[in-house]
């Protein structure tokens, strides 16, 4: 028969001796009770940790999404030209021959002349500051967000020929929709002997899409291109060209081509450059929120501690029959690593249920705080989307299992080498 002292590391009797001491009851010389507070407290700090760690991926992936699938990848506009009067010009007069030789550019999939300008729109409910797109049917029917959404529509893009599209907070605030009219005003109109008159145009809305960007939805308004160039007197010229390309996460590689295709005085910005802050902000913080949260996870696996120093105080007389019998420090070492280490996994486990659990029904608990609350939980208009994203990558989870296991498994060696190192004479002098 094989020896206690001599079996292999976390041997069959090691796993039975730690189970039976995890499951003790207190008048046993158990700890049960820490031992459910730490498993609670490393439950909720990993849940805490996975859910937290979703909803940052979810909220930057709606983000760029947003970015991406609304507004040009790429703005190329011009450097500018002094008039006879003193003024500079940004207009491009050559348009068509700088979108087409744009468009030819390796990793371009688009690239459309646009008429851009600030005006008062007005409608039935009043009156708001809107952005004008001026843009050709056929560049607006390739932009995802607007064109390619039709659950999230009204009306029919193929009449925008016919009239004007705009966003849903547009017609929410002016309280317009398919078939009314909508009056555009601009300071900058006909120039007459008396002065510069407004300039007041009426369209017909024959289409309302929502980008799913507040921002978007409450200021854009789409108009056909000759129209625009009419109504802000860009006769001939274009403000700028909007260019879409097939990796927008590498952009930068093709800027320098597009910006020789496009030829002398063309200049270039890019969705980089006009939300770059932001995403760094976002990486910032995430990076932070990790750090924080995997303190939480420290001081919830610090009760496993907390429990093993009371198991060992405990389970004294125990320890000094099995030193008695053969068994080797190593091997109760191992015995109370077990009993904190299974503490850390099945605690771990189940914070990975929960945490998984919690974002995948996300939307009906933020539904439900939403009513008892009153509304108002997630406002658009600070957050700049809709709705609370939340999305489950696996590098996310595997990142928080690998934190709540090595600190549980790392923290529970130093109660479990004093158990080792106890004296089992000391510990049976007044058994």
Known sequence: MQKAGSTGPFSRFEWMIAWRYLRARRAEGGVSTMTWISLIGITLAVAALIITLAVRTGFRNEFVDTILGSNAHVTVYSAGTIDANGNMNRTIEDYRGWSERIAAVDGVTRAAPLVKGQVMASGRDGAAGVEVYGIEKADLMTIPRVAVRPDMALGDLARFDEGIAIGSGVARELGVGIGDRLKLISPEGAKTAFGTSPRVSSYEVVYIFTAGRYDIDRTRVYLPFSDAQVY???????????????????????????????????????????????????????????????????????????????????????????????????SVLRIFFLCGALTGVIGTLMGVALGVLFVVNIDGIFAVVNFFSGGGVWDPSIRGIYELPAELRAWDIAKSVMLSLGLSFFITIFPARRAARMNPVEALRYE
């Open 232 to 330: 802000f007197n860009r006769d001939g010229v274009a403000d700028e060209i909007e260019v879409m390309v097939e990796d927008p996460d590498g952009v930068d590689d093709i800027t320098i081509n597009m910006m020789m295709a496009a030829g002398d005085g063309a200049l270039i910005w890019t969705w980089r450059d006009s939300a770059g802050s932001f995403l760094r902000a976002l990486t910032i913080e995430d990076n932070v929120m990790f750090v924080i949260l995997s303190i939480v996870v420290l001081i919830a696996s610090m009760n496993i501690v907390s429990g093993l120093v009371m198991l060992v105080k405990n389970k004294g007389r125990d320890i000094g029959i099995l030193r008695t019998i053969g068994v080797t420090e190593a």
